[in-house]
């Protein structure tokens, strides 16, 4: 073999291998940079679930302290635990805050309920007082439970 196709077959070898080299290290990279942002996904996704559950344990302390409406705590800790733990909705005694949500969802909030002729809305209120005043003692115990509860 002569002499200047060995010089050329090993100068493509070469290249061959430092194109190699070079998709690896960038798909090495890629790589790498992925787990980065899975794990930046992760460490957030955490800190938004454990700041959802320290507003559940807030919620439920107002509801012991009364410094919240028992109706206006169940439809946010409803909310919060259809993201945290949607299971507990349906257990003792945690359901409560799923029928009161339940049966109170179809009345308007914010600026729906301030474009709400009064009298309809003095109405709507009543009916909430009413369920609030019946469902006192479970929304309760239920908001005592859920602020133990240790959520996994």
Known sequence: MPQ?????????GLAVIALLLAFIIRHWRLIREDRRQEAR???FQADRRDSMIESIRILAMAVEE?????????LRIKGL????AP???EQPPYQI???IHDQI???PTHRARQQTDARFVRKMDEERFALEQTHSDAIRRAATA??????N
């Open 4 to 12: 200047w196709l060995q010089w050329s077959l090993i100068i493509l």
């Open 87 to 89: 299971d507990l909705l």
């Open 97 to 99: 805050f799923l029928e």
């Open 41 to 43: 996904a992760q460490a």
């Open 105 to 107: 969802q179809h009345m």
């Open 81 to 84: 635990l259809d993201h945290v």
């Open 146 to 151: 859920i602020r133990h509860h240790r959520f």
């Open 66 to 74: 009364d410094q919240v409406e028992y109706s206006e705590a169940c």
